[in-house]
């Protein structure tokens, strides 16, 4: 258990280092995956993305009860997707980036619901969304990522 309560403190290490960059470079962004489109090396984007979900995904995997772990598994295989195609902005890719996206942040807020009930983080996510609405998509994503990444942490933190 310790080996996974590591892998998902580093997947949240990554995100957070990567976030914290950006949002101290260039500021707030519309969405986290707008980052790709500022950030002058395009490769950073995939590679924190799929790093993220890469080291979540045992953790997320073996911390989640069998008969859910479908939610577990889609929210890992849509962060690779997401990741894959950052170009949102482009014909192709776009439907891809934005299909991918939707399937990770529905999965995510089921996971949060079935996993610990209520999802605090994501709700407060979507009332900072509600105020700022330049950046409404970033926050609610924000919300439900750290939402996340608290769960997970102290699921695998108590199953140790």
């Given at each position: 258990m310790i080996l996974e309560l590591i892998a998902v403190s580093v997947s949240c290490l990554i995100m957070t280092l990567y976030l914290t960059a950006y949002i101290n470079s260039l500021g707030v962004p519309a969405s986290i995956s707008a980052t790709y489109y500022k950030t002058e090396k395009k490769w950073i984007f995939p590679t924190a993305i799929s790093l993220t979900?890469?080291?979540?995904?045992?953790?997320?995997?073996?911390?989640?009860?069998?008969?859910?772990?479908?939610?577990?598994?889609?929210?890992?295989?849509?962060?690779?997707?997401?990741?894959?195609?950052?170009?949102?902005?482009?014909?192709?890719?776009?439907?891809?980036?934005?299909?991918?996206?939707?399937?990770?942040?529905?999965?995510?807020?089921?996971?949060?619901?079935?996993?610990?009930?209520?999802p605090w983080i994501a709700i407060i996510g979507l009332c900072i969304a509600v105020l700022d609405h330049k950046h409404f998509l970033f926050w609610v994503e924000a919300g439900l990522l750290y939402n996340l990444f608290i769960d997970l942490i102290t699921i695998v933190a108590l199953n140790g």
């Open positions: 979900g890469l080291c979540a995904l045992v953790p997320l995997m073996n911390n989640t009860p069998e008969n859910y772990q479908f939610v577990a598994f889609f929210i890992v295989a849509a962060t690779l997707f997401v990741a894959s195609a950052p170009a949102f902005r482009e014909e192709m890719i776009g439907k891809i980036h934005a299909t991918a996206a939707t399937v990770l942040g529905i999965c995510a807020l089921a996971w949060l619901i079935l996993t610990t009930g209520c």
